[in-house]
């Protein structure tokens, strides 16, 4: 079996999606590829499927919050980052795309189609900092649990703590769950 | 009392199985199928994981996992340390192997500052890192083995994970959560008492672990739980995103300690076991020979540890030795603002990944500028693991779930961080 010449991601992607591609960055070695969201599931099938690239594997999803009072923002377009970071075992080479998301309206569309493994990565990222995949099979939280409310990893989220239950004062904090209802 | 707005909408939350509905066959609705819970507090599902399973009678339809229980915050916390204090906290992840993810972490600070690790310092962190994958490994065979009724295999693993724990607290002072690493190398040298420790230990293990062998391999019992259980196609092993010896369990040749090595890796010469059937003997088997593989590396590397400093000489990164705050001006104030303040990173994102005892860990790193990180994220190969536990276990027995469980080897630190 032959194996195809390796294509450079980066040319590829502006020549197949010139109206996505956004932005490229390099540091220490690493590429990152910006893009707009709305062709996302599209664009990652073809880094995925395209011989010379097929990067065949999803290593990571992660968020970012580029929160203003914490230094963030700045030159960027949108206060949310999120980065895949696809790995291709044939040509054992590693891409990380990245989209912003903005604040008032944070959606992406799943990839959960392209590696199932989107699956809970993209639930935790919901539950974490509050961006909705569309499309995505079973958003409801994964690590919080499902009363909670708002999106630990969020920078204007405190470092708080929830308050710890004695005799003293069981009853008001039962008073605050939603399952109390359910034992009047 | 008055009632707030925020205290009004958590009254107001309506939750229940309705959220679940569409996860579980129709079957499930009209009574016609069981739904059970399994844990979080079951002795066999290694930590708090709650499985709600679809049962019918002993068939699994549906397995839905619930984990979270052990989530701490380990990423947001890390968020208001310095790089240097957030190692400790990365040891309470996969409190099974703490090194891999200290190594993890001091790979992507080192990457985000653009800073050196001694020869020396790379070589302790192999020896570290292949001792924690044999002490690693040592629990999951037992535990492995206990869940499926061997339980004397149990006993004769944490005897010999002992001797490694004793090691680790050699080295660091403590038995697990050492923090050992740190950017720019390690804490400390390795003390006089190491070396002979560990060339006993070497010297005895390969003997041990035939004894396990002995008990286990072709147990005509052992072989009847789990060959041909819980097979993982590779294509499946690949979409999902599993990675390390469940993976290769499924024959794909990846191992990151070759595909892309770190810490000299490239040096050593070693094995990367391969299964083929992808079931969960084969991911015993594999697991098995990388307590053999990892001596091999140790071994390399005892003869290869060279002298020299066992930390980078950086001294805008890494504080100076103590013995020099006497002599040195510029050391007491690099020692002061390091341990004060701790060093500044670029407003860049960097990724780093190893090679752990249960798969890949990735650590994505997002410096500010200053000296806290803004953004942590571990992908741990337990999480990924979890995630693709329903399509593995789909029409299994619910006993072989046991069985596929450990053979996936999930540790719950290390799933929800």
């Known amino acids: ?184 | 009392m008055v009632v707030s707005d925020q205290q009004n909408e958590l009254m107001e939350w309506q939750g229940s199985l309705d959220d679940v509905k569409h996860l579980v066959s129709e079957r499930a609705l009209t009574g016609e199928t069981m739904m059970l819970n399994m844990g979080p507090h079951h002795p066999s599902t290694h930590g708090v994981l709650r499985l709600l399973l679809e049962l019918d009678g002993e068939e699994i339809v549906t397995c839905l996992p619930d984990v979270g229980y052990l989530h701490t915050g380990i990423e947001k916390n890390i968020e208001s340390k310095s790089y240097e204090k957030a190692v400790t906290l990365t040891d309470r992840m996969d409190y099974l192997s703490p090194m891999s993810n200290n190594m993890a972490f001091c790979l992507a600070v080192e990457k985000l500052v653009d800073l050196d690790v001694p020869e020396r310092a790379q070589v302790i962190r192999v020896i570290g890192l292949e001792l924690s994958r044999i002490a690693s490994h040592l629990v999951w065979l037992g535990t492995h083995a206990i869940d499926m009724g061997a339980m004397s295999v149990f006993l004769y693993c944490f005897r010999e994970r002992e001797h490694i724990l004793d090691m680790f607290e050699m080295l660091s002072g403590q038995r697990m959560m050492g923090s050992y690493f740190r950017p720019g190398g390690v804490w400390r040298d390795l003390p006089e008492e190491f070396m002979p420790a560990l060339e006993a230990f070497l010297a005895d293990f390969p003997r041990r672990v035939d004894d396990y062998e002995k008990l286990l391999t072709s147990n005509p019992l052992w072989m009847d739980r789990t060959q041909g259980i819980g097979v993982i196609e590779p294509e499946v092993a690949l979409a999902w995103g599993l990675s390390g010896p469940t993976l290769r369990g499924s024959g794909v040749n990846w191992d990151v300690r070759k595909a892309m090595p770190y810490s000299g890796y490239e040096q050593y010469s070693f094995d990367v076991p391969l299964g083929e059937h992808g079931d969960v003997y084969d991911r015993y088997i594999i697991r098995v020979r990388e307590m053999r593989e990892s001596v091999k590396i140790i071994q390399q590397a005892i003869k290869r540890l060279p002298k020299g400093p066992f930390r980078s000489e950086n001294r805008k990164f890494v504080p100076p030795p103590r013995a020099e705050l006497g002599r040195s001006m510029e050391a007491v104030i690099h020692h002061f603002k390091l341990w004060t303040e701790g060093f500044s990173a670029p407003d860049e994102e960097v990724f780093a990944s190893v090679e752990s005892p249960r798969g890949e860990i990735t650590c994505y790193l997002h410096g500010t500028g200053g000296n806290k990180p803004r953004r942590v994220h571990f992908k741990t190969p337990s999480f990924m693991h979890i995630a693709a536990l329903p399509v593995i276990a789909k029409n299994h027995m619910i006993a072989d779930l046991v069985a596929i469980i450990g053979s996936i080897d999930i540790v719950l630190g290390d799933c929800d961080r």
């Not at chain 1, 944070?106 to 699956?119: D, F, G, K």
């Not at chain 1, 499309?135 to 649990?145: I, K, V």
């Open chain 1, 1 to 184: 079996m032959t194996i195809a010449a390796p294509l450079n991601p980066v040319d590829a992607l502006k020549q197949h999606f010139p109206d996505a591609v956004l932005d490229v960055r390099e540091f220490r070695g690493e590429t990152t590829v910006i893009v707009a969201s709305a062709e996302l599931p599209k664009l990652m099938q073809f880094l995925r499927d395209t011989s010379g690239l097929i990067y065949n594997y999803l290593s990571d999803i992660s968020a970012v919050d580029y929160w203003e009072p914490y230094g963030g923002i700045g030159d960027r377009p949108a206060r949310f980052g999120v980065s895949y970071h696809i790995y291709s075992m044939l040509y054992n080479r590693r891409l990380r795309i990245k989209v912003y998301v903005d604040e008032d309206d944070p959606v992406v569309p799943t990839v959960t189609q392209v590696w199932p493994a989107a699956n809970w990565l993209e639930r935790e990222i919901h539950d974490m900092m509050g961006i909705r995949f569309e499309g995505h099979p079973d958003l409801r939280r994964l690590l919080m649990p499902q009363d909670w409310q708002g999106h630990p990893h969020r920078r204007d989220y405190p470092l708080g703590y929830e308050t710890v239950q004695f005799s003293f004062n069981v009853e008001e904090i039962l008073k605050h769950k939603p399952f109390a209802r359910s034992q009047d």
